[in-house]
């Protein structure tokens, strides 16, 4: 009797002794969801036509060039709005990869720049890439206007959702369309987790509800918070800071390299399409325009690609901007074993080689998994 008491005991729920300090790390990353804010730059995005539209175009495969492609084809919704392979397959035709990893378009809303190397200050202008890139839907302003002014439908929708006809110039119309596109991308949010559930019974003092958290995954917690620094860059309720860092993944590509945001700043500040230009709604009074306007292009930035945000990620293999780790196993000791001779020698040096033990190593795979919702 004594020996079933002891097992028993053995697997009851516990709670690992986080510090005051810990608890307050581990509170800062939530609660979740948080709200959307609203966009200065986009009028229609909270309208409920605008969305609906956006719902109707993001699965139009007649916005490509060739009639078969179109935004779910690369944001599959069963696969968390990505495509579950290495690198976009960017041209239906030949079925060549692309450069980059499709990053989910969940929580999509919440970030202050867009793609990995953040070209697009906006939800809105990183929806209008892909519609006129060449490799992807290769399509054209003219051709695009003209097919959406020739369908009643189409018109019936553009009226609800902006409150006039479609305009005559072509390219305020694609421009819509994209606002279209992100007013729906912004109803995409990933759904709470084990680890919400854990963070908020911890903030409201219910230490049973707490317990039931696996305890591999609160020593997994502890290593992110902790020794592995990992909250550093991936902090917050989205899990990051939505800035760039170069974290010793290879950026060559075939026949050259990838420049990562220094390559996307260029493209950000010589675009008409940024907060600053014309076809922001927001004008000077966007609070999101400051940033944009005063961004500085620097050495350090070549080769460095944005945090991506770690909710749902069990869903998004695999990982890196090139999508060259398979599994968050992959991914943990990617960072255990860091090659630190390949990151940048300016600038604030965050990481280095965490040298985990195995068990570590699983631990923080397994608090990993708890940011998903199976």
Not at 67 to 73: I, K
Request: charged share 20%; glycine share 8%.
């Amino acid at each position: 009797m004594l020996a079933l008491s002891a097992a028993a005991a053995d697997t009851s729920p516990a709670l690992l002794d986080f510090t005051p300090e810990e608890r307050a790390r581990i509170l800062s990353h939530g609660p979740w969801p948080v709200a959307t804010a609203p966009d200065a730059g986009n009028r229609v995005q909270d309208r409920p036509a605008a969305v609906a539209w956006g719902r109707t175009l993001f699965f139009d495969a007649g916005l490509s060039a060739s009639g078969r492609v179109s935004c779910a084809s690369c944001h599959v919704p069963a696969r968390a709005f990505q495509d579950g392979v290495p690198t976009a397959r960017v041209d239906a035709d030949t079925a060549q990869p692309g450069r980059r990893n499709t990053p989910s378009l969940l929580d999509a809303a919440q970030h202050r720049w867009l793609g990995w190397d953040g070209a697009h200050d906006s939800l809105w202008a990183a929806s209008m890439a892909p519609l006129l890139a060449p490799d992807e839907m290769g399509q054209s302003a003219p051709a695009l206007a003209s097919r959406l002014r020739g369908h009643a439908a189409s018109r019936a929708s553009y009226r609800r959702a902006f409150g006039r006809p479609m305009p005559r110039d072509d390219e305020r119309l694609v421009v819509d369309v994209a606002k279209a596109l992100a007013a729906y991308q912004a109803t995409l949010r990933s759904p709470r987790t084990p680890f919400d559930d854990f963070r908020d019974a911890l903030q409201r003092g219910r230490l049973r509800a707490a317990a039931a958290y696996p305890m591999a995954a609160q020593r997994g917690l502890r290593i992110f918070i902790g020794h592995g620094r990992c909250s550093v860059c991936h902090a917050g309720p989205t899990f990051t800071n939505g800035e760039f860092a170069d974290i010793g993944v290879p950026f060559f590509v075939p026949g050259g390299v990838d420049p990562g945001r220094h390559g996307g700043l260029q493209q950000l500040q010589a675009s008409r399409m940024n907060r600053l230009g014309s076809y922001s709604d927001g004008g000077q009074q966007d609070p999101r325009a400051v940033t944009t306007r005063h961004v500085l292009i620097e050495p350090r930035h070549f080769g460095e690609f944005r945090v991506p945000g770690l909710r749902h990620l069990t869903h998004t293999a695999p990982y890196m901007h090139n999508g060259s780790l398979a599994t968050l196993e992959d991914v943990v000791q990617h960072y255990s074993a860091l090659n630190e001779d390949r990151l940048h020698a300016d600038g604030e040096r965050i990481l280095r080689r965490l040298n985990l033990t195995a068990e570590q190593a699983a631990d923080l795979a397994t608090f990993l998994r708890s940011l998903s919702l199976r």
